[in-house]
């Protein structure tokens, strides 16, 4: 027994990697509720996010310090780890192996060290191989771990191969695999969150052909709870929501704000080659781009056919429709002055 494990101890305490993201926020402040503040700590390395007011356990820690992530997790029942390194923009590749690869090492790591009772890892549906697009997209997917895919989605199967490491040395760990988060408590914002605030802000000339598989936070969270208890050991659960084209996803924006949607949609073969010269004028503009092309790439070869029958029928997950997710989004904008601010 190492010496971190606290032998003899009850273990309560539950801790959360990426507390500061929306879905860390969101989590953070259920598990709180469930089990009471003083048995959740959270992992933080600059800022705390949306769940800053809540009185938990606030340990500063960085994923690439494994000490400081010992330190964080001793007597832990259990370490959700979401922190990650998400990008839709021109980070390098190495950057992404840093945080999603090296980082998650470090994680699963410290949990062994520690006697961590389960690891609830968070991984994302880029994690899997897309191709073929009219083919369901299941847990059974093989990995994206080829040199033609982009380098976010090969370090986020390389971050679950660290995890399956530590499982063949006895690390009771699950993955799950959410689709595009959307929904309430994006205090940052998130690229989807910013997406809504610019069509409210009449901000997009035209939209993009194209789409997604949308799934709402808050349901995201709900199968990240309970996977704590029904997920088993060294299974991936797909967490997905519905897909919908750009067009409708504005349309139900349109709906929930009364601001009417851009009329004008450019083809894909349009949107690749203008996205270069976005990312430059909103660079020029001191703001976050518009789209990219790895944005644009995203949305056009997305499997439309993503299945959460798994964890539907393991985890009681029931994604909710992408409009109520899209008006509760604007409700929170709202409430948070949100809407009002301009950039």
Known sequence: MNKHADAGRPRTVRVITGASGQIGGVLTRALADKYGPRQVRAVFRKRRGTAADLDIAWVKGDILDRESL?????????????????????VRAREFHRTNVLGTRNVVEAALECGVKRLVH??????????????????????????????????????????????????????????????????????????????HRRRLPALIAGGYDWVDVRDVVAATMAAETRARCG??????????????????????TGVPAPRLQFPMFAARLWAPC??????????????????????AHANRRISSAKAQAELGFHPRPLAESVRATYRWFDEHGMLAVRG
């Open 70 to 90: 010992i330190a964080a997790f001793a007597g832990a029942e259990t370490v959700f780890h979401l922190a990650a390194l998400v990008s839709i923009g021109s």
């Open 235 to 256: 299974e991936n659960y797909l967490v997905s929501g519905h897909w919908h084209t750009v067009r409708e996803l504005a349309d139900l924006c349109r709906q929930a």
């Open 122 to 199: 968070v991984s994302s549906i880029h994690a899997y191989d897309q191709h073929p697009l009219n083919e369901v997209l299941d847990e059974s997917r093989g990995p994206a771990d080829s040199p033609r895919e982009a380098p976010y989605d090969r370090s986020k199967a390389a971050g679950e191969v660290e995890v399956r490491r530590g499982i063949t040395r006895g690390l009771d760990a699950v993955i799950l695999n959410p689709t595009s988060v959307l929904g309430p408590c994006d205090g940052a914002p998130s690229p989807m969150g910013q997406l809504l605030l610019d069509l």
């Open 278 to 299: 976005q990312v430059v004028l909103d660079r020029f503009r001191g703001r976050p781009p518009l789209y990219t092309p790895a944005s644009v790439r995203v949305m």
